[in-house]
């Protein structure tokens, strides 16, 4: 079994937030492989569902962004499973919009739901980082993480979504580099 979370905030002023890229390539899986209903469970919302021959569990913390460890602890810890179980979805400002890469372990970047997580468990999980761009000074940044999407940028969005859920299969997998391969492909078409 698998836990899969996707970072974000909640509450519908913050849904279409760069910050909430990690909800939206949760529930573009759920969608597109057929998830069971959402429960409040672990201080969030938890689908289960398979990809493959996979069980996957999917979960969105309720708690904001920078608590995000409280919930991923919680069902870590409910359904033993160990950080190689892990899989978090985030927003990635060191990434070209749209881009999408796959990396094991590492540091948090200031990124606060990391943060929280690495606090609660350790910095050794697997992140699908979701390229955002960097609005060029730090003083912006702030701004443009929590900031929507603008129109232009939906249908590329839409796009990269579309290919995570798409290649899904791979990442269940462990198939990192097929993964980042095939949705890169994906989104040239």
Same mark, same amino acid.
């Given at each position: 079994?698998?836990? @899969?979370?996707? %970072?974000?905030? +909640?509450?519908?002023?913050?849904s ?5 890229v990690?909800?939206?390539? $949760? ?9 069971? +209903?959402?429960?409040?469970? #672990?201080?969030? @919302? ?6 493959g ?42 990434l070209? +919009? #749209?881009?999408?890469k ?51 940028? $939906?249908?590329? %969005?839409?796009?990269? %979504? ?22 890169a ?5």
């Amino acid at each position: 079994m698998q836990l @899969w979370v996707g %970072l974000g905030n +909640p509450g519908p002023q913050y849904s279409m937030n760069r910050h909430n890229v990690g909800f939206m390539a $949760i529930d573009a899986i759920s969608e597109v492989h057929g998830f069971g +209903p959402t429960q409040k469970k #672990f201080q969030g @919302w938890l689908q289960e569902g398979r990809i493959g021959s996979q069980k996957v569990l999917l979960l969105k913390p309720a708690t904001f962004m920078n608590e995000s460890g409280r919930a991923v602890g919680e069902a870590m810890r409910f359904y033993k499973l160990a950080l190689s179980d892990l899989t978090v979805f985030h927003d990635e400002l060191d990434l070209a +919009p #749209f881009k999408v890469k796959v990396k094991q372990g590492g540091g948090h970047a200031g990124h606060n739901g990391l943060r929280s997580i690495d606090q609660h468990l350790g910095p050794d999980f697997r992140r699908v980082r979701l390229g955002i761009g960097h609005p060029g000074h730090k003083d912006r940044v702030h701004g443009h993480v929590l900031g929507n999407y603008a129109k232009a940028d $939906i249908d590329p %969005l839409a796009d990269m %979504l579309g290919a995570v859920a798409g290649e899904a299969d791979r990442l269940v997998a462990g198939d990192d580099v097929r993964f980042m391969s095939d949705v890169a492909l994906r989104q040239q078409d």
